[in-house]
């Protein structure tokens, strides 16, 4: 009932930015935490950023002071404006969305498919 659809990946240069987004639809009764996470070949999913419902955030330090995440609950969207991109930020990004698909439900987590980011030296 609930999908999550991201957009923004691509290929860029060491140096560049790119601004991922993700739009949670479908059945959802409330929204709490939004999240990031990335994927390198070969390596475990960590968590990236992370966003509260009441807009505190929480950053891996490889990209505090490069990375934003952010989040538009009219929307039901979560965003990562990524600047200052290194090599080492390559891999699969996918977000996560706390939600209650219904009054009924209890939280659960929903993940995006992923879509892939690669910053060339």
């Known amino acids: 009932q609930v999908q999550l659809v991201e957009s923004g990946g691509g290929l860029v240069q060491a140096g560049g930015s790119l601004r991922l987004s993700c739009a949670a639809s479908g059945s959802i009764f409330s929204i709490n935490a939004m999240g990031w996470y990335r994927q390198a070949p070969g390596n475990q999913r960590e968590l990236v950023a992370a966003?509260?419902?009441?807009?505190?955030?929480n950053y891996a330090d490889s990209v505090k002071g490069r990375f934003t995440i952010s989040r538009d609950n009219a929307k039901n969207t979560v965003y990562l404006q990524m600047n200052s991109l290194k090599p080492e930020d390559t891999g699969v990004y996918y977000c996560k969305i706390d939600l209650r698909a219904t009054m009924a439900s209890r939280y659960m987590a929903s993940w995006g498919r992923g879509t892939q980011v690669t910053v060339s030296s």
């Open positions: 966003i509260t419902s009441g807009g505190s955030t």
